[in-house]
């Protein structure tokens, strides 16, 4: 920074105090603000998934068997489109 000694306002630009290093994400004070404020909802109960063999045969119709070929792209394992 040879050059920045030589103009003033350019060398004062690049050690104010506000070029500090550090402190980028906010004081500790407001860690967990949203999820302290979020309403508690119970846990619905879910029918039980099978295990093993029967698992294994659930993903493969899933993926292979009832799939539906259409116009666009392919459909995501996770999205809730009908």
């Known amino acids: 920074w040879v050059w920045a000694r030589s103009t003033p306002a350019l060398w004062r630009a690049h050690n104010t105090p506000q ?3 550090g ?3 906010g004081s500790l004070a ?3 603000k949203v999820r302290g404020q979020t309403p508690k909802v119970a846990k619905q109960d879910k029918k ?3 295990k ?3 698992i294994k045969r659930l ?3 899933r ?3 009832n799939v539906v ?3 666009g792209k392919k459909r995501s394992p996770n999205s809730n489109a009908t």
């Open 23 to 25: 402190k980028v994400h």
């Open 59 to 61: 993903k493969y119709n």
């Open 63 to 65: 993926r292979f068997v």
């Open 30 to 32: 407001r860690a967990g």
């Open 19 to 21: 070029h500090k290093m």
């Open 52 to 54: 093993g063999r029967a």
């Open 48 to 50: 039980k998934l099978p």
């Open 69 to 71: 070929v259409g116009l």
